[in-house]
């Protein structure tokens, strides 16, 4: 929904060219308010040069009172990679609001600055790389293809980007000071009549100048940073610094309003839009209405945004969206609201973020810290977080899931604070109950049946995904699937489904067949089948390498059920077994009962929290380590060795005491799992 003003400097190799007009840009000499910054001296080493580059310089400074963002960089081009990946520059600018003026482009050679930009093929484009996303933004590039680049030649480009007419009447922004490259020298500067509030994501640095109109700071020397596997999607380890002129939340919340409030329902359009819905007006609750338009507005408006300059902050009139029948997030959002307010249904559009929202409440105050907007509904003193882009949503009002995205500011004229986001209904949940059917013969062949049960926000999941893929897709892909852990496995009967849209439940049952289910043995000298719990497996498996410096991320909230039925070829006599792991970030249990001809087994995993800290994993991964020892189950057989117990031959002879005998029948065992199915 929302484009951050922050521009960005990307060197790379454009793979779509729909030429446009030159009049988007212009070649200038820099402002005078802008200080001369010189490139750093540097001595070349090894360990600097990544991808062929080496980044000398980053130098920004922003003028707040004229909305000027200006942009300064020098690379070390230190091989032919580096060569290839910088012989071509690219700018992004949004000329719905902003006009772009180039300074330099030029690269230093033996010490001579030689001007590449008068000789450079230059054109603008607009690629619209967000259009996969349904999301038309307007975005054009500036794209230069450079002539004779060389191998140790310094490549420096500035420009700035000037905002025309702004949105807000306050600046902020959020520079970072960090990159996945080493750089030699970072400028940042601030000019401005007004106050500045100023924070650090890690490390401080202590500003050059903070007085007198004008914001300074400056480091040097700044190592690479290179991230753990799988760590949380909110957790940012790069250093930035945050800047705003709001004083407050309550301030963002006010100001964006004006932006909505004007944006109403006339009576006779929303009449009339109720008319085409005549079910509506004869539901007798507020609670039929509220999942009635929700169904319309996910359903009936499509999810489309034309973000082009102010369509980034603005949404379009709910008529005109519901007309036209499509519209982002913030339409839909509005829409749905408006629709409810006409019933005296309390709803209101929330701004949040759908990764970073459980950082919100340690950022500063900006309109440009949230990037989609949902509802917050009031209905019987409960309140509801519905979010009217998801589709394939079923349930009613008491179930079904509602948006996770940790915190959210509700739309209002008043003003509101940062609210934390409680979802009733959130996560994943999903039970399995497995039957096997082992058989007496060891060439036999073996049964399996599946029936898995998706709720929630999985129940959602599997309807769009099952009304999107031919039957006989789903098929294979779930029987690859299994097949890891069952070779030779064999489709038996067609996949049955079951869809109770009331509660949101989808039920898939799945028919196999296993031709060698009874594996043998070197280590017993007799025949085994294991059974893993695979969807836990998932969750539950050790990391190879335990050592990191930041978070690990879980999936959370998760809770799985695995309940498995194996029918044995004879009637053995287990002894139940109860066994728990809890930790601070998930729980387990796993439980063993034997009727007769049957093994049960029960096995339940929910998660506690969606993430592990650093200092904390050695730990967590050492529980892993001792789950898995446990986790899965095998049952040994030997014919043999039973029907020379029942007919007194020889072999009976081996093995004379019962509880030998009982040894070869079934016992669970410690299997390492060798293989790593991570899916953090």
Request: overall charge negative.
């Amino acid at each position: 929904m929302f484009k951050k003003k922050t521009t960005y400097f990307y060197i790379f190799f454009l793979l779509i060219t729909i030429s446009l007009t030159a009049d988007d840009y212009r070649f200038e000499e820099a402002s005078s308010w802008i200080k001369t910054i010189g490139i750093p001296s540097y001595e070349q080493k090894r360990e600097d040069i990544i991808n062929g580059e080496y980044y000398l310089l980053s130098d920004m400074q922003v003028r707040t009172d004229g909305n000027a963002f200006y942009n300064h960089y020098a690379i070390l081009l230190a091989n032919s990679t580096g060569l290839e990946n910088n012989s071509q520059i690219s700018i992004d600018f949004d000329p719905g609001y902003e006009e772009l003026i180039i300074h330099n482009i030029s690269v230093i050679r033996d010490g001579r600055k030689i001007d590449k930009g008068e000789n450079a093929i230059t054109s603008v484009i607009q690629k619209e790389n967000e259009l996969e996303k349904l999301l038309y933004n307007g975005t054009k590039t500036f794209f230069a293809i450079l002539s004779d680049i060389r191998v140790n030649d310094i490549l420096e480009i500035s420009y700035t980007i000037e905002e025309i007419d702004p949105l807000f009447p306050y600046y902020s922004d959020r520079f970072y000071l960090e990159w996945a490259v080493p750089v030699k020298k970072l400028y940042r500067r601030i000019v401005t009549d007004d106050d500045l509030t100023y924070k650090f994501n890690n490390r401080e640095i202590t500003p050059e100048s903070d007085r007198g109109g004008e914001y300074i700071w400056e480091d040097s020397d700044i190592p690479a940073i290179e991230y753990d596997e799988y760590v949380p999607y909110w957790f940012d380890a790069h250093n930035y610094l945050e800047v705003s002129q709001f004083t407050s939340w309550k301030q963002v919340s006010s100001l964006i309003a004006g932006f909505y409030e004007t944006l109403q329902l006339s009576d006779e359009q929303a009449l009339y839009i109720y008319s085409l819905y005549p079910g509506i007006n004869e539901q007798s609750s507020n609670k039929s209405i509220i999942e009635t338009l929700l169904n319309i507005v996910q359903e009936d408006i499509r999810y489309m945004g034309i973000e082009i300059g102010r369509g980034s902050y603005i949404p379009t009139a709910p008529y005109d969206v519901f007309t036209r029948k499509f519209g982002d997030c913030k339409d839909k959002s509005l829409l749905l609201s408006r629709l409810l307010n006409y019933k005296n249904i309390e709803a209101y559009p929330v701004l949040v973020h759908n990764s970073a929202g459980k950082d919100l409440i340690n950022v500063l105050p900006s309109p440009y810290q949230f990037n989609h907007v949902i509802v917050k509904i009031i209905h019987d003193n409960e309140i509801f977080w519905i979010d009217p882009t998801f589709t394939y949503q079923e349930g009613s009002l008491e179930n079904i899931s509602e948006a996770p995205y940790e915190y959210g500011l509700v739309i209002s004229d008043s003003g509101n604070d940062l609210e934390k986001i409680e979802p009733r209904f959130s996560g994943r949940n999903i039970v399995i109950n497995e039957t096997f059917t082992l058989p007496s013969e060891i060439n036999d062949i073996g049964t399996y049946t599946i029936e898995t049960g998706y709720y929630n926000e999985d129940a959602d999941y599997m309807r769009s995904y099952l009304s999107n893929s031919p039957p006989a897709k789903v098929a294979e892909e779930l029987s690859e699937y299994m097949e890891y852990y069952y070779d030779g496995l064999e489709i038996s009967e067609e996949i049955q489904y079951n869809d109770d849209l009331e509660n949101n439940i989808i039920t898939l049952t799945e028919y196999y067949e296993i031709p060698k289910i009874w594996q043998y043995s070197n280590d017993e000298d007799n025949y085994q089948f294991i059974y893993s719990p695979y969807e836990i497996y998932n969750y539950t498996t050790e990391v190879e390498n335990p050592d990191r410096t930041m978070p690990f991320n879980l999936i959370h909230p998760i809770s799985i059920s695995q309940n498995v039925t194996v029918i044995l070829p004879e009637e053995w006599n287990i002894s139940p077994v109860e066994e728990k792991f809890e930790t601070d970030h998930y729980r387990y249990k796993r439980t063993i009962e034997n009727e007769k001809k049957k093994l049960n087994l029960y096995y339940d995993y929910t998660s506690l929290e969606d993430s592990v800290p650093s200092e904390d994993f050695i730990e967590y991964n050492d529980s892993l380590k001792e789950l898995g020892e446990t986790i899965d189950y095998a049952v040994y057989w030997n014919p043999e060795i039973i029907d020379a117990e029942k007919d007194g031959s020889s072999k009976a002879g081996v093995i004379t005491a019962p509880i030998i005998i009982a040894a070869y029948l079934i016992y669970y065992f410690v299997k390492r799992r060798k293989t790593i199915n991570q899916i953090h």
